[in-house]
T-cell receptor, first 112, second 113 residues
């Protein structure tokens, strides 16, 4: 079983739609959680950290359920520019400056 | 700061040849990571350093792979001899204890024929 599992997609949605991605992780001792975004043929970049209480950054909302070992990302009012691969990332220790375990990513294609 | 700098951006080599990938982390970052990305396996951590010392190399696939960090501003990942299954994009990333983000270089796209 992979340490971090995601639905690879693709998710094809129209502009303005709301879309949700889910991710599960296997190590219950994991401490830190993130969503990274990767554009085609580019490097991954941090989208947002995920906190236990849930957190929001503009149109993006991230949730963490430690009991179920489940992380989610909700994108509201999706834009063409949101088209990318979204990577769920887990770290066994606090902070991003330690071992980051990446899911294989979920591909989002926002259609005009 | 120019960010994490990797070279070369693209490398095509023949099977059996030695390949050396290079990375310059962001100045002041004391963590450096080497990742490999393929369609089948996604992003895999190969090795990471803290203050130039290798901390975890459990992701290095086999003895053909080696990594060094002789100083705080330079690291290499070497594959000798290279094989077609090593074809992938290799990313270097750096970070520090203050920020929560690991900053990635643009990657080296390696093709072994």
């Amino acid at each position: 079983r992979k340490e971090v599992e995601q639905d690879p997609g693709p998710f094809n949605v129209p502009e303005g739609a709301t879309v949700a991605f889910n991710c599960t992780y296997s190590n219950s001792a994991s401490q830190s959680f993130f969503w990274y975004r990767q554009d085609c043929r580019k490097e991954p970049k941090l989208l947002m950290s995920v906190y236990s209480s849930g957190n929001e950054d503009g149109r993006f909302t991230a949730q963490l359920n430690r009991a179920s070992q489940y992380i989610s990302l909700l994108i509201r009012d999706s834009k063409l520019s949101d088209s990318a691969t979204y990577l769920c990332v887990v770290s066994p220790w606090g902070g991003a400056t330690n071992k980051l375990i990446f899911g294989t990513g979920t591909l989002l294609a926002v259609q005009p | 700061d120019a960010g994490v700098i990797q070279s070369p951006r693209h490398e095509v080599t023949e099977m059996g040849q030695e390949v050396t990938l290079r990375c310059k982390p962001i100045s002041g970052h004391d963590y450096l990571f080497w990742y490999r990305q393929t369609m089948m396996r996604g992003l895999e951590l190969l090795i990471y350093f803290n203050n130039n010392v290798p901390i975890d190399d459990s992701g290095m696939p086999e003895d053909r792979f080696s990594a060094k960090m002789p100083n705080a501003s330079f690291s290499t990942l070497k594959i000798q001899p290279s094989e077609p299954r090593d074809s992938a994009v290799y990313f270097c990333a750096s970070g520090d204890r203050i920020n929560t983000e690991a900053f990635f270089g643009q990657g080296t796209r390696l093709t072994v024929v």
